[in-house]
């Protein structure tokens, strides 16, 4: 059974759901979590794109020949999908800050309505 | 009205985006199932001809993690992961520094007294937590996991046994914790650029492969990885444990 379309749709549809976060509210930990979402939904898209047919996980269990075709998944994907969680959790967390600082500012979290913005919008 | 066009925008993006890499020339690129770069870091000969036959038990690799992702990330790769955890680091302190641009002191605001699960469960998951983690990170060269989800575990069960004693990290130990293992993971490229001539190479015997004390090296990082992780992720939430919540300040 191929699974990629499958799974490629799963992770198009995270994607979507954090876009229709970011597009149909005006609160900042609404926006934060949409944009969570979407990494999710790239990071699958990314580790997908490594998976063949057959491929197993890139450890090293037993013995395989270097001259044929590799036995393993492409393990390229996989290496950079782990650096962007990390970098996922510390754009999270500076966020977050921000957001703190904005209830400080404004005693909520909803963005975008501030009659100052309104003025310049017009 | 707005959530309308919100769905339909959404929806839209979605499927020009599927319908832009699931056919075409961009599903033959992205699924093509071949990859020369990914199979050469899985028989371990980018710089060079690797053995007819790889596979536990093999000496003298040129890179010694069973673990490919490990091989890449620590190895290959190890100076973008020294970018990696400076951005970790960058984050951190930056929200830190816009929470707290003036110096604050005092206890932390949501010091509630711990209830009696709390208190008495605190040490034994505390317990199981600081061997997990421990045994995660140095198994990263041979297992999935590594020094970040390690050490993410290790400040979890830092962060439980302090709220269960009510006291609260000491910042300057966090920082000298964070500090030091920054520093040693620079004295381990520096020591590799003494004595194989390039920064972060791998020094010292690498072991048999498959074997828990094989890959040295990469085993030290991931072990600095999961200190500074932990010490990262407990300062974290210390910070965050000193806001006080600006949405009940102003109610009446």
């Known amino acids: 059974?191929?699974?990629?379309?499958?799974?490629?749709?799963?992770?198009?549809?995270?994607?979507?759901?954090?876009?229709?976060?970011?597009?149909?509210?005006?609160?900042?930990?609404?926006?934060?979590?949409?944009?969570?979402?979407?990494?999710?939904?790239?990071?699958?898209?990314?580790?997908?794109?490594?998976?063949?047919?057959?491929?197993?996980?890139?450890?090293?269990?037993?013995?395989?020949?270097?001259?044929?075709?590799?036995?393993?998944?492409?393990?390229?994907?996989?290496?950079?999908?782990l650096t962007s969680i990390v970098i996922g959790l510390g754009t999270t967390t500076l966020a977050l800050a921000l957001a703190v600082l904005h209830a400080r500012a404004h005693g909520d979290l909803e963005c975008g309505d501030d009659p100052e913005n309104a003025e310049v919008l017009e | 009205m707005n959530k309308l066009l919100a769905v339909f925008v959404s929806a839209g993006v979605?499927?020009?985006?599927?319908?832009?890499?699931?056919?075409?020339?961009?599903?033959?690129?992205?699924?093509?199932?071949?990859?020369?770069?990914?199979?050469?870091?899985?028989?371990?000969?980018?710089?060079?001809?690797?053995?007819?036959?790889?596979?536990?038990?093999?000496?003298?690799?040129?890179?010694?993690?069973?673990?490919?992702?490990?091989?890449?990330?620590?190895?290959?790769?190890?100076?973008?992961?020294?970018?990696?955890?400076?951005?970790?680091?960058?984050?951190?302190?930056?929200?830190?520094?816009?929470?707290?641009?003036?110096?604050?002191r005092g206890q932390a605001v949501s010091a509630r007294r711990p209830s009696l699960i709390l208190t008495a469960a605190a040490p034994w998951v505390f317990l199981f937590l600081f061997v997990v983690g421990f045994a995660i990170a140095l198994h990263g060269h041979l297992t999935p996991g590594g020094g970040f989800p390690g050490g993410a575990l290790l400040a979890a069960g830092l962060v439980l046994l302090l709220s269960a004693t009510g006291r609260e990290p000491s910042a300057r130990r966090l920082h000298l914790l964070e500090g030091l293992a920054g520093f040693s993971f620079v004295a381990v490229g520096v020591a590799g650029l003494v004595w194989k001539g390039s920064f972060l190479a791998h020094f010292g015997d690498s072991g048999v492969l498959g074997d828990f004390w094989s890959a040295p090296v990469t085993m030290l990082l991931y072990l600095i990885i999961a200190l500074k992780v932990s010490a990262e992720l407990a300062n974290a939430v210390r910070t965050l444990a000193h806001v006080e919540d600006p949405t009940t300040k102003e109610a009446p």
């Open chain 1, 1 to 81: 059974m191929n699974v990629v379309p499958i799974v490629a749709i799963s992770a198009l549809l995270l994607f979507g759901i954090g876009l229709y976060g970011l597009w149909s509210g005006r609160n900042v930990l609404r926006w934060i979590l949409a944009v969570g979402l979407m990494e999710t939904g790239i990071n699958v898209f990314l580790v997908l794109t490594g998976w063949r047919p057959g491929g197993a996980v890139p450890i090293i269990t037993g013995a395989f020949s270097t001259r044929g075709p590799s036995p393993f998944i492409d393990p390229v994907p996989s290496a950079l999908v």
């Open chain 2, 14 to 104: 979605v499927a020009l985006l599927g319908v832009f890499l699931l056919t075409g020339p961009a599903r033959d690129q992205l699924f093509s199932g071949r990859s020369e770069l990914g199979d050469a870091f899985s028989r371990r000969d980018v710089r060079g001809p690797a053995p007819d036959q790889v596979g536990p038990g093999s000496r003298g690799l040129e890179s010694a993690p069973a673990n490919t992702v490990t091989a890449i990330v620590l190895d290959y790769r190890g100076f973008d992961t020294l970018g990696e955890v400076t951005v970790l680091f960058a984050a951190v302190a930056g929200a830190g520094l816009v929470l707290f641009a003036r110096r604050r």
